[in-house]
């Protein structure tokens, strides 16, 4: 449900949104559910990953949502799908921990 909604958010306030891919992720035994999508900033093509995240408890209700952005690179970044696979947003992203 609030996927749902953060994307509806997303495509209204976003010049040129385009969701790419939906699915449920884990980082570092967190689950949570992924979305990537491009968009225009500046009039300048850009590529982005939301990641939303609950804590590894039982019945958790409160999580954190991650929002990364890049300028894409055809060596780097060629689709959304990329970003934080093979970049400099890669590490941040693997090395989340709830509480430090």
């Known amino acids: 449900m609030y996927a749902a909604n953060y994307i509806a958010g997303l495509a209204a306030r976003t010049p040129g949104f385009l969701l790419q891919t939906e ?3 884990r980082v570092n035994l967190n689950p949570g559910y992924t979305l990537t999508y491009s968009f ?13 995240l609950l804590p590894a408890i039982t019945g958790a209700r409160d999580g954190v949502l991650l929002s990364m952005g890049t300028v894409p690179s055809p060596l780097i970044d060629p689709v959304p799908d990329q970003v934080a696979a093979n970049d400099v947003l890669q590490v941040p ?5 709830f509480g430090t």
């Open 23 to 25: 699915t449920k992720t």
């Open 93 to 97: 992203l693997r090395s989340f921990r």
């Open 40 to 52: 225009r900033s500046g009039g300048r093509p850009m590529f982005a990953r939301a990641v939303m």
